[in-house]
């Protein structure tokens, strides 16, 4: 019988408990091996084994209370035990939400800090600004108040001289010639007053604003011009070599995807291959023909790899798990044959693709040609005209001209917006441009594969040497932004090499 079932008040009001399977007898033993109590009766007839184990149930009561005592001594330790752990909890839980109080207080107080830090410094460098504008004001007027005067004094003198030339006799001129050389290099002599330098303030990019404040609030001269630098750093290097490699890869087009894997393009072994973000293999694809060898490729934003092949106007469409889909035709665009080359991703599950017709065509992963781009009129000369493609921010496409060591920026309405670069090896010229990104600030990145360099060029046409050899790189040849910011660069040895650019 469970315990809460047992009514103790009637137990206590009776001096004895009957059998309830034997009338008139009462429970005076217990069966030790059955656990329950007994009477006479039953002992004879139901436990006649058990006899030895049977005691009196005055006996068994002490056996049984001593169990019981044991019992409750464990169940009161168990429970101080837990009610001590209740309570280090709620104090636990009382400090938790103390200190939580506490380092809201603490943000909130050290944020307002430093936004007033801030706004006094966003209110001293616009005092200086202004400071600095109006003495340069004054400055400015003062000195064009003098050149005005010099101006007058050497025009109406140079009226006079020419004057008394035009119309003076012989004794005015020879009267007046000493005194009008002397008046002449006077004036010829006075220097033009210098002009204010300019100063050009560099911002570092990611650099933390209080170091850009303070260096800003020690200009003396109105800002000309402002500058971001970036300086890159080496994350992680890929060997794409594999086992199953003939020759030793020579890598021509890279691409990511949104999880962060890779896929290049091998053009010795005629082969396709995608990494995993760790650099493990994930799938390869060879090539039927070696004659037409993988040469660019892009990732849509439908999941679809598009590759470009050399001597050939086929491109190949796969999947991300490496099937081909099938493979497109393109010279039934303009019923033309073309040589394919650069290859990049727009929207909608559309891509460009530029070949050696001076021609860049758009066309969607089934197939679907959508339009054509005319850049024969847009820039004069070379075959590799689309070589390698990117889209820049506002949908301008920007093509790299291998042959004639200059990338251009075309707009949707197929007008040639500005051309970049020439021939070099200064910031800014090119020897053989190969790849070419663009991230969301603007920039476009280069990849100079003949000076073995990556130039960085900035929204506002400015170029700076991002990467060289002394940064690790090794003859670059395609360049991507990777999902996560970083830019990702494919070598003609077969490494692909990722850098932070900061």
Known sequence: MPINEINFQELRNSQHIHCGEHEGEVLRLYCQQCEIPICRECAILNHSGHIHLCLSLKDARKQCTQKILASLKWLKTAASFYAKQTRELESLEFECNQNSMETKHAIKKWTSECISKIKVQRNALLDNVDGMSSESKKLYASKKAVMHIQNEMLTSTCGSVSNILTYGNDTEVMFLQEGIKQRIG???????????????????HKEPVDEFLARACTLTS????????????LLKTYNTHLLSDEFAPCLQGIAGTENGEFVVTDRTNSKVKMFRDDGTLKWEHCCVSGAHPAYDITVTDDEKCVVTKENTSELDIFNLDGKCLRTVDTSCVNRKPRELAGVAALKDGKFIVGSSLHMLAILKTDGERVDNIDIWRLATGGDDEGRYLAVHSGGRIVASNQSMDFIQFIDTAKVTQSIHGKEGDKCGEFNSPRGVCTDKFGNTFIADHGNNRIQLLNAQGEFQVLLTGQDGLSVPEAINISSDGNLVIAESDGKVKMYEYV
């Open 186 to 204: 006077k004036l010829a002599s006075v220097d033009a007053p210098s002009m204010p330098g300019k100063i050009e303030m560099v911002f570092k």
């Open 222 to 233: 109105p800002v000309s011009k402002v500058t971001i630098v970036y300086k890159a750093k």
